[in-house]
């Protein structure tokens, strides 16, 4: 099966510092998801994005599929932008989807 | 609009007890998924139900069962509760298509 791997597996950042969090696709995916479950463990869906580029706010999120991978952009990173981020995509021409094993971003005040 | 409701948010079982998770969305949507997530790992799927009338299997199905009982609700049974099954539950939905895909707050469930 299509193997995921996101990376870095954890994240410190100083509150007002930018990053990117990658996801990797040994195979082509369609319809790409990323998500945030924030410390009280709330899952919360970012953006759905198959292909392009995608922004709300400070997060924006890149998907270049045929090249496998998808990026997501945090800028002037604040505190409630902490927990963690999970890229996800369906495994079959349905819509459940897999889940990578995440990247935790802590945001230092 | 409350989205995807789950209960209880808690619960500590004692190991061949049996218990039912419930979840219930209210945005019309068609498709509705049950979770599960171990510490430091990603969501796997145990049950999914298409659409109405439909369920099927995801990756962890053993020791689970589901009713879609309507369009709203998708429950989730446990028959004998094992301590390998101590885990976080999610339930979600999704309208037809992809994206949407909504999630609900989560049970905790211990065995012991």
């Known amino acids: 099966g299509i193997q995921v791997e996101q990376s870095p597996p954890d994240l410190i950042l100083q509150e007002g510092a930018n990053s990117t969090l990658r996801c990797n696709f040994s195979?082509?995916?369609?319809?790409l998801q990323w998500f945030h479950q924030n410390p009280w463990g709330q899952l919360i869906n970012l953006f759905y994005?198959?292909?392009g580029t995608k922004q709300n706010g400070r997060l924006s999120a890149t998907t270049v599929a045929t090249e496998r991978y998808s990026l997501l952009y945090i800028s002037s990173s604040q505190t409630t932008d902490s927990g963690v981020y999970f890229c996800a995509f369906p495994r079959s021409n349905d819509y459940k989807l897999s889940f990578g094993a995440g990247t935790t971003v802590t945001v230092r005040a | 609009n409350a989205g995807v409701t789950q209960t209880p948010k808690f619960q500590v079982l004692k190991t061949g007890q049996s218990m039912t998770l419930q979840c219930a969305q209210d945005m019309n949507h068609n498709s509705m998924y049950w979770y599960r997530q171990d510490p430091g790992m990603g969501l796997r799927l145990i049950y999914y139900?298409?659409?109405?009338?439909?369920?099927d299997k995801g990756e962890v199905p053993n020791g689970y069962n589901v009713s879609r009982l309507n369009k709203r609700e998708f429950s989730l049974r446990l028959e004998s509760a094992a301590p390998s099954q101590t885990s976080v539950y999610f339930c979600?939905?999704?309208?037809?298509?992809?994206?949407?895909?909504?999630f609900g707050s989560g049970t905790r469930l211990t065995v012991v």
């Open positions: 139900s298409a659409s109405e009338g439909t369920t």
């Open positions: 195979d082509s995916v369609n319809n």
């Open positions: 979600a939905s999704t309208p037809i298509g992809a994206g949407g895909y909504t």
């Open positions: 994005i198959p292909s």
